[in-house]
């Protein structure tokens, strides 16, 4: 590292409707930072732990971003969606099909957008880590350690990859999994509290603003915690599905006022009440003993007979339960399915966590008691509550405190950096160091699963009782009878993966031709996917 000896790692949730991010000294205590105190000229809360994933443009150069993107303001939304190319949202669902026209209008890519408000978004945490360290630039090396969903594509992480790169972030940086990341703040926070034992596993759940990730551990060890994966993780996108709480809501006011009338309120009013609903009825309705919610619903004629008055909107408990009940399905379906595939192997599930935004809803933690309420499982949150505070006063719930779930990616993502130094930049052209890491620290999780099963194709002797007669053909060179395009595999799916104190995270396949595989949903159906290492 030169003169510079010590590193600060910086752990980025870039996600779907708001992004977080954390950073920490890699030495001494590795207390973690949390940036709360995001750019907000409405001030609607003291403390945040996160901040839009919005940027609007003007003559083609980013204006705002975050929360200073005005109500009246164009400006892209969601736009993470569109790494994932051709994606059979980018047409269909409003905020991705805005920002997708909305890019042909600035004339510039998915990926140009996302290195911008990246831009935007570290710039913004190198002036949060100089405050506390003004002259870090001559003690400390940056890392970043940026978070993706679990089920994209290695083509949209690429491109996540790329867009950071090209935001000026630097070169050493490693991406790994949002729900991976929310299960190693969680489950090391449920320890400090001394709720884990040894042999226990735990599903956490990472219920975000656009996706819902699933990942599950046996806890091995407890001082230091050592954890292992015993299922493959599950998700699904969650804002982007017609039934989701947010779209259900919107879809109820149009039915109530009417289609016309509803195409008659002004963008801004319409955003106002959807941000009322997000930040404050979304994470507080529990589906029992509410209070009476109401949100702002201006440009409409009052409608006393259904809770239309003076521009606001009452809303009975009824109808917010509609909001929330397939979404809360869905995410059932997904528990249950990791909980089975645990059990599969012979493990007994001790809690299911909950982590992200919607992982805040106290209706979907109810919904999720009650249905394992006679199996033993426990379902768990982690400490604190996010606080909304309405302008008018009509909804007020919680604490701030700096760990709370909504948060739980980007803090993961900086302790997954602290347990796994970069050791691979010494080595110029290597896909890592032999070196022993200068932190001789252990990962907290010692093994995860394999997704895929890994192999070469290659050709072989023919041998007529195990190869296709259509393989067959002649070596020129040898004159001997050939099978073509042969595989073997390597690596099968679900097999397990050690990772050692002093080995790489990752280290691809120095093969070119590696082909993954993975069996699909239904019938046994292989989908083959090539790529290329080295």
């Given at each position: ?149 679990a089920i994209w594509s ?58 819902v990730d699933l990942i ?269 395009d042969q595989m073997t ?46």
């Amino acid at each position: 590292m030169g003169s510079r000896g010590s590193e600060i790692v910086a752990g980025i949730d870039f996600g779907t409707t708001h992004s977080g991010v954390s950073w920490a000294i890699n030495g001494g205590s590795k207390n973690i930072r949390l940036i709360n105190n995001w750019p907000d000229p409405g001030a609607q809360n003291a403390s945040k732990e996160k901040v839009p994933s919005s940027i609007s443009y003007s003559n083609g150069q980013p204006q705002s971003w975050g929360y200073t993107v005005g109500l009246n303001e164009e400006s892209f939304r969601w736009i993470k969606i569109l790494l994932e190319e051709n994606h059979k949202y980018a047409t269909t669902v409003e905020p991705v099909k805005n920002s997708n026209t909305l890019l042909r209008k600035v004339e510039k890519t998915a990926q140009d957008v996302v290195a911008d408000y990246l831009k935007l978004l570290w710039t913004y945490t190198i002036e949060d880590i100089r405050k506390h360290h003004p002259d870090y630039e001559e003690i400390f090396v940056l890392r970043v350690i940026l978070t993706v969903p679990a089920i994209w594509s290695p083509a949209a992480k690429d491109r996540t990859l790329q867009a950071a790169k090209k935001a000026g972030m630097p070169e050493d940086i490693q991406l790994v999994t949002e729900p991976e990341a929310a299960a190693l703040a969680t489950l090391k926070e449920k320890a400090d509290e001394n709720l884990l034992k040894v042999g226990e596993a735990f599903v956490v759940v990472d219920a975000g603003g656009g996706t819902v990730d699933l990942i599950s551990y046996e806890v091995l060890g407890l001082t230091p915690l050592r954890l292992k994966e015993c299922a493959i993780g599950s998700g699904m996108l969650q804002q982007f599905v017609d039934d989701d709480a947010t779209f259900t809501f919107a879809k109820h006011i149009e039915t109530l006022v009417g289609a016309p009338q509803y195409r008659s309120i002004k963008e801004s009013n319409r955003k106002r009440m959807m941000k009322d609903f997000e930040f404050g009825i979304k994470r507080c309705f529990s589906g029992s003993n509410d209070p009476v919610f109401s949100v702002d619903l201006r440009g409409v004629e009052d409608d006393p007979k259904n809770g239309i008055v003076d521009d606001t909107i009452t809303l009975n408990p009824a109808t917010l339960a509609t909001c929330f009940d397939q979404v809360a399905q869905r995410i059932q379906k997904l528990v249950a399915d990791q909980i089975a595939d645990v059990e599969e192997r012979n493990l007994s599930v001790k809690a299911v966590l909950l982590v992200g935004g919607f992982g805040e809803s106290p209706y979907l933690y109810k919904r999720l008691k009650a249905c394992y309420k006679t199996s033993g499982i426990e379902i768990m949150g982690v400490r604190g509550a996010f606080v909304f505070t309405h302008p008018m006063k009509k909804i007020t719930q919680g604490t701030v405190t700096d760990k709370t779930r909504w948060s739980s990616v980007c803090r993961g993502a900086t302790l997954w950096g602290l347990e796994h130094p970069n050791s691979d930049a010494s080595v110029a052209g290597s896909h890592f160091s032999h070196e022993p890491s200068i932190h001789n620290q252990a990962p907290t999780i010692t093994s995860r699963l394999s997704r895929y099963s890994y192999g070469m194709v290659h050709n072989k002797p023919y041998d007529p009782s195990k190869h296709l007669s259509h393989e067959m053909y002649r070596d020129a060179k040898t004159g001997r009878d050939m099978a073509r395009d042969q595989m073997t595999w390597l690596l099968e799916r679900v097999s397990t993966l050690s990772f050692l104190p002093t080995a790489p995270s990752f280290s691809p396949l120095p093969i070119l031709g590696t082909v993954a595989k993975t069996m699909g949903e239904g019938p046994r159906m292989q989908q083959m996917l090539t790529t290329k290492a080295g």
